[in-house]
Structure formats: C-alpha cells, structure tokens
C-alpha cells in the first residue's frame, strides 16, 4: 500500500516552504445574538474571543475542551468555512481571509475538513467513488485519463475496495464511512486537515481503526493536522502538541507529553482528574468541578474560570490573566503564574475595579 | 458486479413480513388479555439475595428481512445493592436488555419470546416473571420497582411541561394517597437529593432552562422519586462532558448508598465501568461471553473480545505506538452463524472451535473458571466446569 501511492502527494517542493503551516493570531469569532430594527446586533456569543496558536508543518495539534468552549468553531474559521471577526489565519504565510474568492478556491484542495457524523456529512444520492473524486475533477488534481486509477488509489489508502465505487453511503457501517470522509478529504492532496471530533460518534474498536488510519496516512502524506476531541485518551495518543480550551480562550498549550504530566492551569487539572481510569484499582483524585460552563453569550469577568476555579483568587475575578509562555513552549493563563510585578499590577487593577464596583452599588441603593 | 448476499426479493420479503405478521399477531393478543391470573406471572427467586435474574431471555425483532435475534439467550443476575456494569459495543443488545426487563421494547416488532426474566418485588423470595407480565400490572412496577435514566436528557425530559410537575407526575401515579403538598415536599426533597442546590427555582423551570448535567440530575431525580429497589442507566453519560460526567458518576456513587438500590449501568466506556461497577457483563452480537466481578475482567480478561476491546482504547499515561484494533467486524444479525460468533475475528482460535466432528464447534458453553468469572470461550473448556449452552428459541415453533 505504501508504496504505491507515494506519487499522490506532489508537493515536492514542501522543503522550500516554512515550517510553520499553520499560524494563528489572535482569532475572534462573535455571532450576533439578537438585532434591533436597524440590523444592529444587541449582544454577542463569543465563541472564540483571541485564540493563537501555530502548527509547524507533519505534527498533529489537539484541541481539547468542553462542548461549548468553541473548539470546533476555531476549526471551522481558521477554514474559512465562516468568516471571521478579527484575527488573522496564514496557512504557509498566506492570509486566508485576504484572499479573493477564486484565489480562495485554489487554496481550498489544500486545507481539508473531516467532519464529526459520518452519518450526515455524505449526501445519500451520491455513490462513494463520486463523493470522493467529484473534488478531484472540479479541482483538476489529476489528468482526466488518470482519474479512475487515482479514486481507486486513494480508496486503497483509506482501507476501502474497489468495489465499494458504485455503492452508496447507506451501505456502509459508521466506521467505513468515517474512512469514506477521510479519502475525500485526502483525495484532493491536501496538507492541512482539520479533524473534527472524527472519532466520537464510534465504537471504541472501529475509533481504534480510524485513529490508527489517520496516523499512518500522516507518515506516508506527511500532513498536518488539527484533532478536535473532547476525549482526552485519544487526543494523547495522537497529538505532538496540544491546546486547551475554555469558553473561547485558550487556557494552556504545550507539548503532549508536557502538559500530561505537568499540567499548570487548574481547569486543565480538574479535565485530567475526571478521565475515568479503565482500572479498578486506580486511586481517583477527582477535582470535581463544580456548576457548568458559563453561557459564552455572558461570560464571567476577569478570568472566565474564576466561577468554577478552586484556586480562585480577588483578582481572578476582575483582571483577565496574560496568556504567556511559562516554561520554554508551555503557554498558560492564569494568575497562579505571575510574577512578582504582574501581581501587583494586576492587584492594584483588581482593587480599583472592587472599589468602582462598591461605589456604583452604593450609588445604586443611594438612589 | 456480483449479487450481493444481503438481497431480498420482493417475494421472499412478502413472505417474511406475512409470516411476522403472525407471530407477531398471537404474541401481542396474549399480552392484551385481560384478567390474567396471577399464577401465570408469578415464580420464586433463585437467590433472595439478587434482585433481578436473567435467565436465557431471548428479544427478537421481526423485521422485513429477517429475524433480528438482538438479545439471544442471555442469563445473569444483578444482586441486591450493588452496580452491574453491562459493556459491549452498539447494536450488541445491552439496550435491548434493559428494555426488555422495563418491557419498553418497539412493539409489535420487537418481542422477548422466551426465558425468564424475575424481578424481586418484596425480598421475601416471591418474584414476577417480567416476560410473561400484562402490561397493566407492569404499569405499577415501571418507575415504582425500578425505574431507568435515558441516554439522552436532552430529549427525555418534556419540553411543555415544567421540572417540578414532571417529578411530581411520577409520585403521583404510584402513591394516588398522597396529598398535593406532600407531593411538592417529596420532589423538593428529590431535587435536593441529587443536588440541585436551587431547588425551589428548579422546581418552577422549564427543560431549557437547564444544562446538560442538571437535566440528567432531573431525570435522576424522576428515576429515584418512588424509591426503586433496581435503577437502569442507559448511557447516562455519553452525552455530558468529562467534567460533568465526573459530577453524574460522583452523585450515582453516592445515590445508591443513601437509597439502598441496585443499578444496572450500561455503558461502552471502560473507564466508567471500572470506577463505577461491582460485577461486570461483557455482551457481543446478542450474547454474554463473559461476566464476572470488576476485577476479574478488568486484571485477568479471558474472552478474546474483551482483551480485544481493553487494548483498542488508548489510556492517558500509557504510551502505544499503535493502536489495537479487532479484525472484521460484527456477523450480519438476521443470519447468525453456528459457530463462536468471534470466531473470525478470533487471535486465538483453537482446535475445539472448528471440531465438529469431536462435538465441538458450536456455539461455546459458558464455563466457570472462578467462583465469581464466567466465560464462553472454548479455550478454558479443559480447565474450569462447563454451566451449560445458551439456549434460544426456535423461531420456526413460535
């Protein structure tokens, strides 16, 4: 299998290229909640308020979080699937968002998506040869007269037959159409592959297949992914780097094997604690988290974990924390970590936010 | 290209939809009869100690193309105030048990046809045969012997009604004594129960005023009201977050001690099994290959399928350079074969697997290797003492 298909990735000139592939900065995304009479929206969802992060270029990037903490809405924007608030995206030094329509459509081969429900990403109506190569031909990857080989080719890559060409979506069980929607993506050559939650919605033996799937491509195509999961096992074995994610704020990003044993930020601590261990003689030390994640519509002030944090301290709750580099490549932000001059900034801030707020209060009661 | 073997032709599936349509037809008319004496429903336990025993309960659905035997002899027990993990993948029956127990199965295409299924009602020994019940006396035990949390909060929970009205409905049906205010009292008290700590607000909302994991308290909360002896829990967690999932996990820990009842947690997360269960059931294709307490699965695993399905899951702190995953996949569900049904999946297939000629090369008997551990696997069948064959039913004499 490995050695036929080493001529599907053309990008022979990827030593040229930065190592970076992906860089983020500082990417918002708001939607609009309600509009008054002129259109003018009222309020705003936050669902990703400042996110940066950078992928160089053959590593896998977990992104983990609680649902709602807008992990796939990063993914989806930083596609350009939605158009952003503000930020800027550069997919090997491009901005994505500056590009013109057809520009943008060139580009498109080259940043994938593999989306979460195998179930409702593949239309019925289509057979699965169609489904993967109707990009393929739109995109003219391959000479017309290739075309056949090439679909059959890449099927092979993913674990499908030949066979399998003429028959449709319906036929297929939820792991056999997961690989359908990874050699769609992986038909049009693409370097950059946003995995979208690939493996929640299987069973834990097809999940194995899948992820086993999806890291052997990655030597054999040398791509770049980012894995969107909430399942914290799986983004382990898979990812280089990681980023955690909470209410629309990255709250720490290191190395896999870095922030599993060393985890700095509190919520990423109580994240670990709650992995049920597959062993009944495991010593648990939950940290439960208490209450739910905060709507994103009215976020808490000053860190946004402060509600639920067990180290929560006066200025947590009015001064947002830095999000810096603590130890050499691991980010976090929380106000655990200052130093001794950012806590006194921060606390003479928090002091006169207290105060401002004692005031308006009894301003209020005044009344 | 070839014809595929799953093809039906419209005759054949005339035929089988005619001949469901019979079976279907009488079973449904004995359940509708109408003053059933108690004799026919009534049995004793085995063991006054468990509070449900399965025993060879057989669910089938009778669909279009075929029998679908989703449940296909299965026995076990659930003892008194304990946790009873069942694991198995999708589509291997672990729901169809539990609502076959609660006698929720899609009628009239699904139907348990045969074995017993006994529920202790009073903890004297005298116990009802679930499967030969009417539906009106079964009516009083749902939700009063026990009762089940759904999979899914979001959509179990009705949306035009408010919380406190939806606890209060269950309290009411069963005890018809009770006064308004008594009931009001019991469900603010069932609120605070599973922590809910604003309960009196709680009490006035609607389902889409609450989160995830206060809806599955809520629900908790409905399943818990009339104080069952048994509480099924259908994936209560697969839809929550980890964290939140931690919170659920932590309550059910806690519940089952204040209330003294038992809980038959299904589940397809290891993890939660082995934090949470005392004895565990590991279900494949319809049928129990093995059982046992939670350490001797999880430290001494014998059933290929459950080393199979222990190695597939990646686990934080170890580090594989390759995942495990089984072979294939499950056999088609109208058309079972006669032999192991893992067998070609199997690493470890021996030589009594495929020996018909010496006897073997059925279907493996479940064989007893502990005290606590059962196993259907032929690998053992020297070793530990053979319990006897699953027995289903015969769909040709229904």
């Known amino acids: 299998m490995a050695n036929e298909n080493t001529n599907i990735n053309t990008n022979a000139d990827t030593e040229t290229l930065s190592e970076d592939v992906l860089v983020v900065r500082d990417l918002k995304k708001y939607f609009p909640t309600a509009k008054n009479f002129f259109g003018k929206p009222l309020g705003f969802v936050k669902a990703v308020d400042g996110v940066s992060f950078t992928i160089k270029r053959g590593t896998t990037m977990g992104l983990v979080g609680e649902s709602g903490c807008g992990k796939s809405t990063t993914g989806r924007t930083l596609l350009r699937l939605q158009e952003k608030t503000s930020g800027e995206v550069l997919f090997n030094g491009i901005d994505i968002f500056e590009l013109k329509k057809e520009e943008l459509r060139k580009l498109r081969p080259k940043i994938q998506i593999v989306f979460q429900d195998p179930f409702s990403s593949l239309s019925p109506r289509i057979p699965v040869g169609e489904i993967i190569g109707e990009a393929v031909r739109e995109h003219g990857i391959v000479p017309p007269e290739e075309y056949d080989d090439y679909i059959t080719r890449i099927m092979k890559a993913c674990g499908l037959q030949e066979y399998h060409k003429d028959r ?149 709750k009015y001064c947002q924390p830095e999000y810096r580099e603590i130890t050499p490549g691991h980010f976090t932000a929380c106000h655990l970590f200052n130093t001794p001059e950012m806590n006194a900034k921060f606390e003479a801030e928090s002091k006169a936010a207290a105060d401002k707020e004692k005031a308006d209060e009894k301003d209020k009661v005044g009344r | 290209m070839a014809k595929k073997s799953s093809y039906i032709s419209n005759r054949e599936t005339a035929k089988i939809t005619r001949r469901n349509r019979q079976i279907t037809r009488r079973l449904e008319k004995e359940r509708k009869r109408k003053n059933v004496p108690e004799s026919v429903y009534k049995t004793k336990m085995k063991d006054n100690n468990n509070v449900v025993e399965f025993d060879n309960v057989c669910s089938y659905f009778f669909t279009d193309i075929g029998v679908v035997k989703a449940v296909d002899g299965i026995s076990f027990e659930v003892p008194k105030c304990s946790t009873v993990g069942i694991v198995g993948e999708s589509g291997c029956g672990k729901s169809v048990t539990s609502l076959s127990l609660m006698q929720l199965l899609q009628r009239p295409s699904g139907q348990t046809v045969g074995g017993e299924i006994r529920l202790n009602i009073d903890g004297d020994g005298d116990a009802i045969n679930i499967v030969k019940t009417p539906t009106s006396v079964m009516q009083n035990i749902r939700g009063n012997k026990m009762s089940m949390i759904f999979q899914e909060p979001m959509t179990s929970l009705n949306p035009v009604f408010r919380i406190g009205e939806q606890v209060n409905e269950v309290i009411k049906l069963h005890n018809p004594e009770m006064s308004k205010e008594d009931i009001k009292s019991r469900t603010l008290e069932m609120l605070e129960l599973v922590g809910i700590a604003n309960k009196e607000g709680v009490y006035e909302m609607f389902p889409h005023e609450l989160s995830g994991g206060m809806r599955q308290r809520v629900m908790i909360a409905i399943a818990l009201a009339c104080r069952p002896s048994l509480i099924i829990a259908d994936e209560p967690t697969t839809a929550l977050d980890v964290t939140i999932q931690a919170q659920i996990l932590d309550l059910l820990k806690g519940l089952k001690e204040k209330v003294n009842s038992s809980i038959m947690l299904i589940t397809h997360d290891l993890g939660v099994v082995a934090n949470m269960a005392d004895y565990v059931v590991v279900m494949y294709a319809g049928r129990v290959i093995e059982k046992g307490t939670t350490r001797d699965i999880f430290s001494n695993p014998c059933h290929p399928y459950t080393i199979g399905l222990m190695k597939s899951k990646p686990v934080v702190g170890k580090k594989v350079d390759e995942l495990y995953n089984i072979p294939g996949s499950v056999p088609n569900p109208v058309n079972m074969p006669d032999y192991c049904y893992f067998r070609d999946r199997c690493e470890y297939t021996c030589d009594k697997c495929r020996n018909k000629e010496a006897g073997f090369g059925n279907y493996p008997p479940e064989i007893k290797i502990s005290d606590t551990h059962v196993v259907s696997c032929y690998r053992f069948y020297d070793e530990g003492q053979v319990m006897g064959y699953p027995n289903p039913v015969n769909v040709e004499d229904l």
């Not at chain 1, 990812?239 to 990423?268: C, F, I, K, R």
């Open chain 1, 168 to 316: 449709y979506p319906h036929e297929f069980s939820g792991g056999q159409r997961q690989r359908i929607c990874i050699a769609r993506a992986l038909a049009l050559n693409p370097e950059f592959i946003v995995c979208d939650e690939p493996v929640s919605a299987l069973d834990v033996s097809i999940q194995a297949q899948i992820i086993n799937l999806l890291k052997e491509l990655q030597e054999q195509f040398g791509l770049t992914y980012l894995f969107i999961s909430h399942d914290l096992s799986v983004v382990e074995h898979i990812s280089d780097t990681v980023g955690v994610m909470y209410l629309g704020n990255m709250v720490e990003y290191a190395e896999t094997g870095e922030l599993y044993a060393n985890p700095l930020h509190p919520y990423t601590k109580a994240l670990f604690s709650a992995i049920p261990i597959p062993d009944p003689d495991a010593q648990m030390n939950r940290i439960i988290l208490e209450g739910s994640i905060p709507s994103p519509a009215n976020p808490p002030s000053g860190c946004k974990f402060h509600t639920r944090c067990s180290e929560c301290m006066e200025m947590c």
